[in-house]
């Protein structure tokens, strides 16, 4: 099946710095991205969706400013964490869909971010 | 807005054992539902994909099935191993628009 590439897997910031993540389409080209964030024994929520060449489109309650989302190629999407706090800690996770055929959606590994 | 539930929410059996993990949405209107597994710690693994008009979707002891109109999908795993204990997510969705995730069932399967 398709790859979608997550880095990095874990990273540790300190608090106030920033933490970009980025979300790669291995072999396939994904006009829209979606990015989650999931704190431990929850579910999935989504953040974001990340359309390749426009703004992102935030759900209610997600900081714009805070979380940056750049959709710079058909290929790649990176999410900046900006002035991180410890409960900005958590599991960010990408996923895309293959524009030729948009059906199956394909996650990244995901990002353990832990803000000290 | 969806919203998906997922029934049990945990569930420890020994291995061998047919089981089935529910799942129920409110939106009908979906092109697609994904099952997932998650390990601990690590990202999503599709499972199964089963088209809006399809019933059922199977992969080796994996069986899921979809009733759209009710808002109902199962997934059935036979013959159960330890391997597979892990968190099994549903998620409706397709098209252009983001999947959207129950809290899962976390299955354990004792040895």
């Known amino acids: 099946g398709a790859v979608v590439s997550q880095h990095p897997s874990r990273v540790i910031c300190k608090s106030g710095t920033s933490v970009k993540i980025e979300c790669r389409s291995l072999d396939f080209q994904a006009t829209t991205m979606f990015w989650y964030r999931q704190f431990p024994k929850q579910s999935l929520m989504l953040m974001a969706t990340s359309n390749e060449g426009s703004k992102a489109t935030y759900e209610q309650g997600v900081e714009k400013d805070k979380f940056l989302i750049n959709h710079a190629s058909l290929t790649l999407s990176t999410l900046t964490v900006t002035s991180a706090h410890p409960e900005d800690s958590s599991f960010y996770i990408c996923?895309?869909?293959?524009?030729?055929?948009?059906?199956?959606?394909?996650f990244g590994q995901g990002t353990r971010l832990t803000v000290v | 807005k969806q919203e998906v539930t997922q029934i049990p929410a945990a569930l420890s059996v020994p291995e061998g054992e047919n089981l089935v993990l529910n799942c129920s949405f409110t939106?009908?209107?979906?092109?697609?539902l994904q099952w997932f597994r998650q390990d601990p710690g690590k990202g999503l693994t599709s499972l199964l994909l089963i088209q809006s008009s399809q019933r059922e979707q199977t992969s080796g002891r994996l069986n899921a099935s979809l009733d759209k109109s009710s808002g109902r999908s199962t997934l059935y795993i036979a013959a159960s191993q330890p391997g597979d204990s892990a968190t099994y997510l549903c998620?409706?969705?397709?098209?252009?628009?983001?999947?959207?995730f129950g809290k899962g069932t976390r299955l354990s399967v004792i040895a």
């Open positions: 996923s895309a869909r293959d524009d030729r055929t948009g059906t199956e959606a394909f």
């Open positions: 939106d009908s209107a979906i092109y697609n």
């Open positions: 998620a409706p969705g397709g098209g252009n628009t983001p999947l959207v």
